[in-house]
């Protein structure tokens, strides 16, 4: 056992706090609280409540909500929801837009709850051992670290402190230089790795382990650059020799596959405790129309150009790519991570052709109206893509409960490679981890290189491309593109083109279709960050462009400091340009 396992007991606790209280109930007054092991069990488990890890109480953050690790992927190229925009990709975020309000206040409730769990540790010290209490200590410096963490990123220089405040202090804190916290969040996350463990076993709390220490620092590093710290965390994590890749990358995600050998630190969820994907409108948003769903929200022709050919070329320079057939021949995490054309999919043909007006049901065995064709459905995908990566059928009754998965062994793995790589470190170990990834996707093992397209480049910039992309392939909708595009500092580029789609139906058999051009008339020039050109297919009339993604460089890097905390706190100073 490797990830956060929390009891019964424990995740039902989690499903009753999901308000903004400063003192939630299930953690008691700090006058009576925390005298036994049981309580500071609760008060611990408390820190894990998923609305920190996920934000999915706000249901919905393509209108606004919560920062979400997984629906961040609303706010890049990877997405594409018919015609409308985050307020990421719109240029719109303002210290008033619900996610950076709910973002900021989520993260200090959380720190606050850590502060108040090791300001009073010592009350249970007659009934807990030192190990004890150091324990409990590190599980909460973990998750304040964490929320620290999180907030720098997203924030820049924020209010830090450590102790257990009063409403007063606490409205006249103001920002601590990001530096400064940053090595606070390498202390909380070394105390951390020093006293908790490697694995759980038995009937006890499962809480975060050494592993998931190591993996969160080695997270942040990586995204404020410092590649030394990055590299170092990834590999202690590596030589714990605790974590393995899953064998098969698409039942990785599903809600079937629990606790699994890749999971360095996850969040469950469970259908029979209520604690889920929530919402019927947050479950429909990416099933097709066919079974159920809106056929809304989805993969962008961007990500579906961006998944390499199986030599290991991109498509505009791979003699294997057909674009009439874009499926074919292509990277494996492509056909796990969005439906290829003509194939079984929630229990029928999935099929977007215009002409293909009806489909087989799978579970009937007869033929009927083809919703996922705008031909048939006029909301059917707007682009003709469909999501799949972590569904399955499981979806279809609108209550899933996959594992929030907070960090994977294939990311330390990535980590290592790309802090190496930044420091101008190019070794065998380099390549090795990225061939694991890579190999994994194939079904082969890493060392059978004719088996699939192994990487053996050590030039820098050719590997830091690689990388990259080996990134945006294995970690769609998984949250991570967000931070990768801010972090490269490509989000100028990557967020200031337009979305694209097909064409309306009578336009798209008559331009298309009819001169055989479907699904894409002509191969897309890919760029060296791998990011697609689709202007010539718009001027040639073949495409149709939906709306135009924004983002303004001279502040969207950061996100702005919440309006009602600088109105209430002189000291707290707006970042540039909001």
Same mark, same amino acid.
């Given at each position: 056992?490797?990830?956060?396992?929390?009891?019964?007991?424990?995740?039902?606790?989690?499903?009753?706090?999901?308000?903004?209280?400063?003192?939630?109930?299930?953690?008691?007054?700090?006058?009576?609280?925390?005298?036994?092991?049981?309580?500071?069990?609760?008060?611990?488990?408390?820190?894990?409540?998923?609305?920190?890890?996920?934000?999915?109480?706000?249901?919905?953050?393509?209108?606004?909500?919560?920062?979400?690790?997984?629906?961040?992927?609303?706010?890049?190229?990877?997405?594409?929801?018919?015609?409308?925009?985050?307020?990421?990709?719109?240029?719109?975020?303002?210290?008033?837009?619900?996610?950076?309000?709910?973002?900021?206040?989520?993260?200090?409730?959380?720190?606050?709850?850590?502060?108040?769990?090791?300001?009073?540790?010592?009350?249970?010290? %007659?009934?807990?051992?030192?190990? /004890?209490? &150091?324990? *409990?200590?590190?599980? #909460? !410096?973990? +998750?304040?670290?964490?929320?620290?963490?999180?907030?720098?990123?997203?924030?820049?220089?924020?209010?830090?402190?450590?102790?257990?405040?009063?409403?007063?202090?606490?409205?006249?804190?103001?920002?601590?230089?990001?530096?400064?916290?940053?090595?606070?969040?390498?202390?909380?996350?070394?105390?951390?790795?020093?006293?908790?463990?490697?694995?759980?076993?038995?009937? %006890?709390?499962?809480?975060?382990? /050494?592993? &998931?220490? *190591?993996?969160?620092? #080695? !997270?942040? +590093?990586?995204?404020?650059?410092?590649?030394?710290?990055?590299?170092?965390?990834?590999?202690?994590?590596?030589?714990?020799?605790?974590?393995?890749?899953?064998?098969?990358?698409?039942?990785?995600?599903?809600?079937?596959?629990?606790?699994?050998?890749?999971?360095?630190?996850?969040?469950?969820?469970?259908?029979?405790?209520?604690?889920?994907?929530?919402?019927?409108?947050?479950?429909?948003?990416?099933?097709?129309?066919?079974?159920?769903?809106?056929?809304?929200?989805?993969?962008?022709?961007?990500?579906?150009?961006?998944?390499?050919?199986?030599?290991?070329?991109?498509?505009?320079?791979?003699?294997?790519?057909?674009?009439?057939?874009?499926?074919?021949?292509?990277?494996?995490?492509?056909?796990?991570?969005?439906?290829?054309?003509?194939?079984?999919?929630?229990?029928?043909?999935?099929?977007?052709?215009?002409?293909?007006?009806?489909?087989?049901?799978?579970?009937?065995?007869?033929?009927?109206?083809?919703?996922?064709?705008?031909?048939?459905?006029?909301?059917?995908?707007?682009?003709?893509?469909?999501?799949?990566?972590?569904?399955?059928?499981?979806?279809?009754?609108?209550?899933?409960?996959?594992?929030?998965?907070?960090?994977?062994?294939?990311?330390?793995?990535?980590?290592?490679?790309?802090?190496?790589?930044?420091?101008?470190?190019?070794?065998?170990?380099?390549?090795?981890?990225?061939?694991?990834?890579?190999?994994?996707?194939?079904?082969?093992?890493?060392?059978?290189?004719?088996?699939?397209?192994?990487?053996?480049?050590?030039?820098?910039?050719?590997?830091?491309?690689?990388?990259?992309?080996?990134?945006?392939?294995?970690?769609?909708?998984?949250?991570?593109?967000?931070?990768?595009?801010?972090?490269?500092?490509?989000?100028?580029?990557?967020?200031?083109?337009?979305?694209?789609?097909?064409?309306?139906?009578?336009?798209?058999?008559?331009?298309?279709?009819?001169?055989?051009?479907?699904?894409?008339?002509?191969?897309?020039?890919?760029?060296?960050?791998?990011?697609?050109?689709?202007?010539?297919?718009?001027?040639?009339?073949?495409?149709?462009?939906?709306?135009?993604?924004?983002?303004?460089?001279?502040?969207?890097?950061?996100?702005?400091?919440?309006?009602?905390?600088?109105?209430?706190?002189?000291?707290?100073?707006?970042?540039?340009?909001?």
């Amino acid at each position: 056992m490797k990830t956060i396992r929390i009891t019964s007991a424990i995740l039902l606790l989690f499903a009753s706090c999901n308000d903004l209280d400063l003192n939630p109930l299930s953690e008691g007054s700090s006058e009576t609280w925390y005298r036994n092991e049981d309580e500071v069990n609760m008060a611990c488990a408390h820190l894990f409540n998923i609305d920190f890890w996920d934000s999915e109480l706000t249901r919905n953050s393509t209108a606004g909500g919560g920062y979400s690790h997984d629906w961040t992927d609303t706010y890049t190229d990877d997405w594409t929801a018919r015609a409308s925009l985050s307020a990421v990709t719109s240029a719109t975020i303002n210290s008033q837009t619900n996610v950076v309000t709910i973002t900021w206040a989520y993260a200090y409730r959380c720190i606050a709850a850590a502060n108040r769990v090791i300001a009073n540790l010592s009350h249970a010290s %007659t009934n807990l051992t030192a190990e /004890k209490i &150091a324990h *409990y200590e590190a599980v #909460a !410096r973990f +998750a304040r670290a964490s929320q620290y963490a999180k907030l720098i990123f997203l924030y820049g220089d924020v209010p830090y402190y450590t102790d257990v405040l009063a409403i007063e202090a606490a409205m006249d804190l103001g920002r601590t230089d990001k530096q400064t916290i940053l090595a606070a969040i390498y202390d909380d996350y070394d105390f951390a790795a020093t006293h908790l463990p490697e694995n759980y076993s038995g009937n %006890t709390i499962q809480y975060p382990t /050494k592993g &998931a220490a *190591y993996a969160m620092k #080695a !997270r942040i +590093a990586l995204y404020m650059g410092d590649w030394t710290a990055a590299r170092d965390a990834a590999k202690a994590c590596m030589d714990l020799g605790v974590y393995s890749l899953y064998p098969d990358f698409y039942t990785l995600f599903l809600s079937k596959t629990k606790n699994s050998s890749e999971s360095v630190f996850a969040t469950p969820r469970s259908v029979a405790l209520g604690v889920v994907i929530p919402g019927a409108g947050r479950a429909k948003e990416p099933l097709t129309r066919i079974a159920g769903g809106f056929g809304n929200g989805g993969p962008s022709w961007d990500l579906l150009c961006a998944f390499l050919c199986a030599d290991g070329l991109p498509i505009d320079e791979s003699p294997q790519y057909d674009p009439h057939e874009p499926f074919k021949n292509r990277d494996p995490r492509l056909a796990a991570t969005i439906v290829p054309f003509q194939t079984p999919w929630l229990g029928y043909i999935h099929q977007p052709h215009p002409d293909s007006l009806t489909v087989l049901n799978l579970n009937t065995g007869m033929r009927q109206s083809n919703l996922d064709s705008r031909a048939v459905d006029q909301y059917a995908s707007y682009n003709g893509l469909t999501w799949k990566k972590k569904i399955d059928e499981d979806w279809l009754d609108l209550l899933t409960d996959p594992d929030n998965t907070v960090i994977r062994y294939a990311d330390v793995l990535l980590m290592y490679a790309e802090a190496r790589i930044e420091l101008g470190e190019i070794d065998a170990s380099v390549t090795d981890v990225i061939n694991q990834v890579r190999a994994r996707a194939y079904g082969v093992d890493p060392g059978d290189i004719e088996a699939y397209p192994a990487v053996t480049e050590t030039d820098p910039a050719a590997l830091r491309r690689i990388l990259r992309i080996e990134r945006r392939m294995e970690f769609a909708f998984e949250g991570r593109r967000y931070a990768d595009l801010i972090r490269w500092r490509l989000a100028g580029k990557a967020l200031n083109k337009p979305i694209y789609g097909l064409l309306d139906v009578a336009d798209l058999r008559e331009r298309v279709v009819k001169p055989g051009g479907w699904f894409f008339p002509s191969v897309t020039p890919i760029d060296e960050d791998g990011i697609p050109d689709f202007s010539g297919m718009l001027q040639a009339g073949q495409i149709l462009k939906l709306t135009d993604r924004k983002f303004d460089e001279s502040k969207q890097y950061l996100w702005p400091i919440p309006a009602k905390e600088i109105l209430t706190n002189p000291k707290l100073k707006q970042n540039p340009n909001y």
